[in-house]
Antibody, heavy 117, light 106 residues
Framework: QVQLVQSGAEVKKPGASVKVSCKTSGYTFTGHYMHWLRQAPGEGLEWMGWINPNSGGTNYAQKFEGRVTVTRDTSIDTTYMELSGLRSDDTAVYYC??????????WGQGTLVTVSS | EIVLTQSPATLSLSPGERATLSCRASQSISSYVGWYQQKPGQTPRLLIYDASNRATGIPARFSGSGSGTDFTLTISSLEPEDFAVYYCQQRSISITFGQGTRLEIK
């Protein structure tokens, strides 16, 4: 079965960077786009970007352009999301999500990133 | 950016009642709308895709309709497990979500 397992919670200071990993299994890694979304405490869902694991091509939401980088390592079926220039309003749960038929079906368990001085 | 506006923000109903949730887009998005359910402490679950298609394993009491700018999620007869937050999402131009509708027990 499809599984997405994310790295553990992080606490970062303002201005720092964070890198979250998403280890996949149960399907052909290069066969499906992987997206990154986030959800601030008590708030809604926000899409950040996607990666095509086959080509490495990426597409980011305009809001995050220049601050987010999504990469992958096909040797270990893992994608990464790095967010730089962290601010307090970046405190959120970050999710990797695999699409099926262009919709969000398979979710990682989430990684809480807390930005605090 | 396409803005999705969901209404109402909160809907208070009783089990057995019919729920109607609305999602309005700032411009036409054809039928590229999905609906998700999120319960506390859980990840969202896809209910409806392409405006009116039920996702795998979703009960028939959930239905979606609409095209262009106005979309509706209907739950025909509420079960206790349906009380949750519902989000619409568009993938016509980039990807955005509505702010959510909280469906609570009256």
């Amino acid at each position: 079965q499809v599984q997405l397992v994310q790295s553990g919670a992080e606490v970062k200071k303002p201005g720092a960077s964070v890198k979250v990993s998403c280890k996949t299994s149960g399907y052909t890694f290069t066969g499906h786009y992987m997206h990154w979304l986030r959800q601030a405490p008590g708030e809604g869902l926000e899409w950040m970007g996607w990666i095509n694991p086959n080509s490495g091509g990426t597409n980011y939401a305009q809001k995050f352009e220049g601050r987010v980088t999504v990469t992958r390592d096909t040797s270990i079926d893992t994608t990464y999301m790095e967010l730089s220039g962290l601010r307090s309003d970046d405190t959120a749960v970050y999710y990797c999500v695999r699409e099926r038929g262009a919709w969000f079906v398979y979710w990682g368990q989430g990684t809480l990133v807390t930005v605090s001085s | 950016e396409i803005v999705l506006t969901q209404s109402p923000a909160t809907l208070s109903l009783s089990p057995g009642e019919r729920a109607t949730l609305s999602c309005r887009a700032s411009q036409s998005i054809s039928s590229y709308v999905g609906w998700y359910q999120q319960k506390p402490g859980q990840t969202p679950r896809l209910l409806i895709y392409d405006a009116s298609n039920r996702a795998t394993g979703i009960p028939a009491r959930f239905s979606g309709s609409g095209s262009g700018t106005d979309f509706t999620l209907t739950i025909s007869s509420l079960e206790p497990e349906d009380f949750a937050v519902y989000y619409c999402q568009q993938r016509s131009i980039s990807i955005t979500f509505g702010q959510g509708t909280r469906l609570e027990i009256k």
